[in-house]
């Protein structure tokens, strides 16, 4: 089943009197490109998400953001350090009278010394990973959706190379029937009166054909397509094998525009050509 690389999903978990949102957005991308941007992670909880994100996703430029979202009249909730607060207090004032010295208390400590959240309200390392999972989820899903709308538009462009291998098989037997009688036809006007060997000439006419001949050529690339139809089936990550397939079918084109200069030929091969690089765009979004 073949998946695109483009997905996103968004997830909201409770986290006490807030929620917590993840957002995951993936883009094509040679290999496995993680950011995380938003809480300052444990390199323990890091690492599992880099580890659950990778086994879901398996490639792709992805990037997880994560926010903390407080209820209206809930935001800011805090909690006085009363303990703290008085042994600080007491240490001051034991200053000013053993010696004399006048100390403010913002002078030497700030509101994150003597205030912090309501417990309710700390991230739960449980309820990102929730979250997680549920945004890589609809990622995946995603993924699954547009890969079939992609794989159909693959099938229907490969459907189309074939028919142009036909066509172009077809081609090649007509030029080269016009090839012997043009090779016939030179050779008749140079030598003139001059008798021919007809042996001799059937046989420079047939090496100079065997030059020119593309059935290897057309074999592989119909070789090629067929395996690239199967891979279309698989349910393993295909697009790095379709992409090796297409630059050997590229390759094959190439040297049949190169054997010959049929004018017919030459225009087929300019639309294999285009064909083959319309499946290799779509090949690249493809896990």
């Known amino acids: 089943m073949i998946k695109s690389m483009t997905g996103y999903g968004r997830s909201t978990v ?15 991308s040679r290999y496995f490109d993680l950011k995380i941007r938003g809480f300052d992670l444990d390199p323990a909880l890091d690492l599992d998400i880099r580890n659950r994100t990778q086994e879901i996703l398996k490639r792709g430029s992805i990037q997880l953001v994560f926010e903390m979202n407080h209820n209206s009249g809930t935001e800011g909730l805090l909690q006085l350090n009363k303990s703290r607060y008085e042994a600080i207090e ?37 309820n990102i990973l929730k979250g997680l999972n549920d945004a890589l989820g609809q990622a995946d899903e995603m993924r699954s959706t547009e890969g079939k709308t992609i794989q159909k538009s693959m099938e229907d462009q490969l459907k189309s190379f074939c028919e142009k291998i036909d066509k172009l098989e077809q081609q090649v037997k007509k030029a080269g029937k016009l090839r012997k009688e043009k090779y016939q036809k030179k050779i008749s006007d140079l030598l003139e009166t001059v008798p021919v060997d007809e042996t001799r000439l059937a046989q420079e006419i047939a090496i100079l054909s065997e030059k020119a001949d593309i059935t290897e050529e057309i074999l592989r690339c119909r070789s090629h397509m067929e395996q690239y139809l199967s891979f279309l089936q698989e349910i393993e990550p295909v697009g790095k094998r379709l992409n090796f397939l297409l630059q050997e079918t590229h390759r094959e084109i190439n040297t049949i525009g190169a054997k010959n200069s049929d004018m017919t030929l030459t225009n087929l091969v300019i639309e294999l050509k285009n064909d083959t690089e319309k499946l290799r765009e779509q090949a690249q979004n493809i896990l």
């Open 14 to 28: 409770k986290n006490g009197s807030g929620q917590i949102s993840v957002t995951v957005r993936a883009v094509n």
């Open 90 to 126: 007491s240490l001051l004032q034991t200053i000013q009278v053993e010696y004399g010295r006048h100390i403010e208390l913002s002078e030497i400590v700030s509101l994150r010394d003597l205030f912090s959240e309501n417990d309710q309200d700390k991230i739960q390392p449980k």
